[in-house]
């Protein structure tokens, strides 16, 4: 499986009820030529599926996608997709390859996960108080049958919610305001850990009803190993470790496909600049796959996928215009036995 952010496809189209490609976007020269290199991408590494995140808002936009640019020699579309269902203009979607390995792929119907959507209490504000929360990009939670076992699995595609914060660098360089940066940062940062700590809740109920179920978590947590400033001085843990699981509870515990499989150097997937810490270019691990503890076994390789994104890159575009590289995050490949 292949999982990967592609940084805001909603730009790609004209939007307004209609599913048409844009001429021309800030930033990108040509939309579809954009769309092509990310495509080549997702043929050479030809995943059985696909989660995505930052999909376009209209269900019938990724589907325009797919009709253009994942078809087979006779025209017909590679990909089955499901999701588009929730998050405004950066929805999450999953691709299911057509006869591929995962089967009867359908929208997760069970208790535990119609439960996973109500809302529930938590202090984001940071002010003692229990209010009322949900998901700002509800998870796409996905079940299918491996077509060589028979065996149930589910996919749950999770897109926290983002850290940004508007003007945030010039907020953070002016001493009379750093502090309305530091007081709207942390409240996005307790939305993230909520919201993983909810996830995290719902993945328990599912292995302790079933400590044989086949569970692989994959999206982009806005979060990675290390604690950042804010995690450092002020959370006091790390947002994407809830979603693992507590190590006084191995058997709950969700291994991480990459950990121990890509090397440190190779372990990151997207690249951003740092300015509260000051360091430009920071290797970032974002996005991730987690599996269920059955599934850890069957782990035959995982990687980051720096190659084959690198290799679509357009050195004409200038540094730092948006159809330069496919996305601003790498996808991660995952192979299961």
Not at 2 to 13: G, Q, R, S, T, V
Not at 100 to 110: E, S, T, V
Not at 118 to 141: C, H, I, K, M, N
Not at 196 to 203: F, P
Request: charge should be negative; aromatic fraction near 10%.
């Amino acid at each position: 499986m292949l999982d990967w952010n592609i940084e805001w496809m909603n730009n790609w189209f004209v939007g307004g009820n209609q599913a048409a490609w844009r001429n021309s976007n800030t930033g990108i020269a040509n939309v579809q030529a954009l769309a092509q290199r990310l495509a080549n991408v997702i043929r050479g590494l030809d995943p059985d599926v696909l989660t995505i995140q930052e999909g376009p808002s209209d269900p019938r936009e990724m589907q325009l996608f797919i009709n253009d640019f994942l078809t087979d020699a006779s025209g017909q579309p590679l990909f089955d997709p499901f999701g588009g269902l929730d998050g405004g203009a950066q929805k999450t979607y999953t691709l299911v390859k057509r006869n591929g390995h995962f089967r009867n792929p359908r929208l997760a119907n069970d208790e535990l996960t119609f439960g996973l959507f109500d809302e529930w209490l938590a202090d984001v504000d940071g002010d003692l108080r229990l209010e009322s929360y949900e998901f700002t990009r509800q998870p796409l939670v996905l079940d299918g049958t491996l077509a060589d076992t028979g065996q149930d699995v589910r996919i749950v595609n999770l897109h926290t919610k983002s850290k940004f914060v508007n003007n945030q660098q010039a907020l953070w360089n002016d001493p009379v305001r750093r502090q309305e940066f530091i007081v709207a940062a942390l409240k996005n940062r307790r939305r993230i850990s909520t919201e993983a700590m909810r996830v995290r809740t719902y993945l328990d109920d599912l292995v302790e009803a079933d400590g044989n179920t086949l569970i692989i978590v994959a999206g982009d947590f806005n979060d990675g190993p290390g604690f950042d400033y804010f995690e450092r001085h002020y959370l006091t843990h790390g947002v994407a470790d809830i979603i693992l699981g507590s190590t006084y509870y191995p058997d709950l515990q969700f291994p991480h496909a990459l950990i121990g499989r890509e090397p440190s150097n190779r372990l990151f997937t997207a690249i951003f600049d740092d300015f509260v810490d000051g360091i430009n270019d920071r290797p970032l691990l974002l996005d991730h796959v987690l599996v269920s503890p059955p599934l850890g076994s069957r782990i035959n390789a995982a990687r980051v996928c720096h190659e084959e994104y690198e290799a679509q890159e357009d050195a004409s575009r200038p540094q730092g215009d948006r159809d330069r590289l496919p996305s601003d995050h790498r996808p991660v490949l995952v192979e299961l036995a």
